[in-house]
């Protein structure tokens, strides 16, 4: 079944301490991303990817950190979690070039305590 | 920069009619629309796209109006099901998509037995 894993699906953490969310998709899609989806402000873009050692920041790229080392993998991570980073987290992929839309995994629920 | 907004953040119809959810958009240069439906404690899941050199696609059960003079996005929902309850995100993309999708602030659909 094609699809977008994230894992892991809850976490609650403290601040500072360093935290992996993993995204991996068996679609062999080239572009891949993480949004935040936060009450009032709707999913909001945090890095992309367009391919293997590609990434770029998006719109709230701040206090996050990304790699794309395999095609299939783009792991999120947060290297000292704050507060204002307790979210609703998306991964996202879709094959390269125009009007390929985004597939979405179910999302990773973080509270940072 | 893109704003995408929606007339309402909740919709409430009666089973059996017909959905209509509108979306706004500011930037004229945007080429590719999509509709997501997002049920709880899911991630967004796509319904139906256009891209900006169409006015209307359908599909099933569901229709995309585009409006590019007013920037005007609209998705109908035939006959609403129970199962259609969710929250429906306009997105768009511009340019070839590098940047990845805005979203708009979703509407809730809540239909009434």
């Known amino acids: 079944e094609a699809q977008v894993t994230q894992n892991p699906r809850y976490l609650i953490t403290v601040t500072g301490k360093k935290l992996t969310v993993t995204c991996s998709q068996n679609?062999?899609?080239?572009?891949m991303s993480w949004y935040r989806q936060d009450p009032g402000l709707g999913l909001r873009q945090i890095y992309y990817s367009m391919n293997v050692e590609v990434t770029d920041k998006g719109d709230v790229p701040e206090g996050y950190k990304v790699s794309r080392k395999e095609k299939r993998n783009f792991p999120l991570i947060l290297e000292s979690p704050s507060p204002n980073q307790t979210s609703l987290y998306f991964c996202?992929?879709?094959?390269?070039?125009?009007?390929?839309?985004?597939?979405f995994g179910d999302g990773t629920r973080l509270s940072i305590l | 920069g893109e704003s995408v907004g929606l007339h309402l953040p909740t919709l409430s119809v009666q089973e059996g009619d017909n959905s209509i959810i509108n979306c706004a958009y500011s930037n004229s240069a945007s080429d590719y629309f999509i509709w997501y439906k997002q049920e709880s404690g899911k991630g967004p899941q796509f319904i139906i796209d256009?891209?900006?050199?169409?006015d209307k696609r359908q599909g099933q059960r569901v229709t995309v109006l585009l409006n590019k003079t007013v920037k005007h996005l609209s998705l109908q929902i035939a006959a609403t099901q129970p199962g259609d309850s969710a929250v429906y995100f306009c997105?768009?993309?511009?340019?070839?998509?590098?940047?990845?999708?805005?979203f708009g602030k979703g509407t809730h659909l809540i239909i009434q037995p």
């Open positions: 997105a768009l993309m511009t340019g070839g998509g590098a940047d990845g999708l805005t």
């Open positions: 679609m062999n899609h080239e572009y």
């Open positions: 256009i891209r900006s050199n169409m």
């Open positions: 996202a992929s879709s094959l390269w070039g125009e009007d390929q839309p985004q597939h």
